[in-house]
Every structure is written in C-alpha cells, then in structure tokens.
C-alpha cells in the first residue's frame, strides 16, 4: 500500500539556523500538507499545497516558512531561521484529486536547541 | 474560529470494555468529520470518516462512529476493545468551504489493559 514517507525522523537544530524538512507524498496525489503538533497539544495545520503553489495557509506559517515542490516526487517544509517554540513533530500528508482523506506521513521531529 | 474538543485527555480499559472516546465541534456549517489513530511510533492512520448519509459510520478493525448534527458531535465506538488497540485517537472536521485543511482535538490517548 502506497504511504507517504518523510526525512528525516528526527532533526536536531540550533535556534537561527534553517531546516528543511522532507516528504514524499503518495506518487498520484496531488495535494500536499503540512502540520505540526507541539508536544503535548493538538495537531495544527500549517498549509495546503496544490498546483505548485499555496492554497491555504494558518496564521502559524508566517515569513520564516516556506514549501517547495523542488521535483515531481519530493515536498519540502524550510523553516529560515528556526527559534525554540518551532520545536515540535511535523507531520506531511497528501490526497486526492476529488478526495477530502488525508494520508499522513510518520512525522519528523524537530528539536531547535 | 472552528475548534474540535476531546474531552477525554486519557482513557484507560480492560480488554473486552467498550470505548466511547468524545468528539464535538464548533462550526455551524456542512463538515466533513474524521477520525484518526496514531499506533505507538507509527503516523496516523484514517479509522473513520463522515461526509453525509448514514450518520453512523463504520470504520476499520471494529470501529464505528456516530455524527449527531443536533449536537455537533462525531462519537467514536467500539463494542470490545483490544490491547491492541491502545493508540492515541483524533477527531478531525474540514468544513466544506472548498479548503482541505482539516481542524483536530487534542486527542485521546488510550491505553487498554491485558
């Protein structure tokens, strides 16, 4: 069964710099996502994909964020300049065209220090 | 602003108990609702969801839920439940606005005891 598949598991980062966070969403979606969740609260989302450019966007995703799809297989999450409270697991997930269900991938956890 | 409450933070059961995990949300538009489980160091997995018809929707290894609109709440069921089972859970809602981003709870961490 297809899945989305994210890199790296576990990203350790000092406060300032950048990161970029990975995904490869399933081969025939066509709409990407990112969330994050915070230890300890609820899964957020950040920003919704289509097209090669943002459909949506929460508060959250501000200046210092950005996503690319650099190819036809890989989506990115670059945080430019990374501070403490941006530690937290990120999630990618993709769907369909036509379909509301997301499929998520198993998250990448960032840690700034 | 849309919010999704779980009321239920931790749930703790013997196997074989039966599992009823809360779900309300505040929106008063059309919703698409979900229901979404999170196995020990795996993602998340879809369980269930909602989109209309038959409020009562069955999803994968014997799980159901139930849309109530009168009381904007997505209950979520199951008769027996397993050790297996102990996950942590998340409702989710996308109101149908075009967009796809879904809203979830805090989740509903569930431990089942042998």
């Known amino acids: 069964e297809p899945e989305v598949t994210q890199t790296p598991s576990h990203q350790v980062t000092q406060m300032g710099q950048e990161v970029i966070l990975r995904c490869v969403p399933i081969?025939?979606?066509?709409?990407f996502y990112w969330y994050r969740q915070i230890l300890g609260q609820k899964v957020e989302f950040l920003v919704s994909?289509?097209?090669?450019?943002?459909?949506?966007k929460s508060e959250i995703f501000d200046d210092q964020f950005s996503v690319e799809r650099p190819d036809g297989s890989n989506f990115t999450l670059k945080i430019r300049s990374t501070k403490l409270e941006d530690s937290a697991m990120y999630f990618c997930?993709?769907?369909?065209?036509?379909?509301?269900?997301?499929?998520f991938g198993p998250g990448t956890r960032l840690t700034v220090l | 602003a849309q919010s999704v409450s779980q009321h239920n933070h931790h749930v703790i059961l013997s196997e074989a108990a039966s599992l009823e995990l809360g779900c309300n949300y505040s929106?008063?538009?059309?919703?698409?609702l979900f229901w979404y489980v999170q196995y020990p160091g795996q993602h998340l997995q879809l369980l269930l969801k909602?989109?209309?018809?038959?409020?009562l929707v069955k999803g994968i290894k014997g799980f159901e839920a139930e849309f109530i609109k009168s009381k904007f709440s997505f209950n979520l069921r199951k008769p027996s439940v397993q050790w297996s089972d102990t996950a942590e859970y998340f409702c989710?809602?996308?109101?149908?606005?075009?967009?796809?981003?879904?809203?979830f709870g805090t989740g509903t961490r569930l431990t089942v005891i042998p």
């Open positions: 997930a993709s769907s369909a065209t036509g379909r509301v269900e997301q499929f």
């Open positions: 081969s025939n979606h066509l709409y």
């Open positions: 909602y989109f209309s018809g038959d409020p």
């Open positions: 929106y008063g538009g059309t919703v698409n």
């Open positions: 994909f289509y097209n090669n450019e943002i459909s949506e």
């Open positions: 989710a809602v996308n109101p149908q606005t075009g967009a796809n981003n879904l809203f």
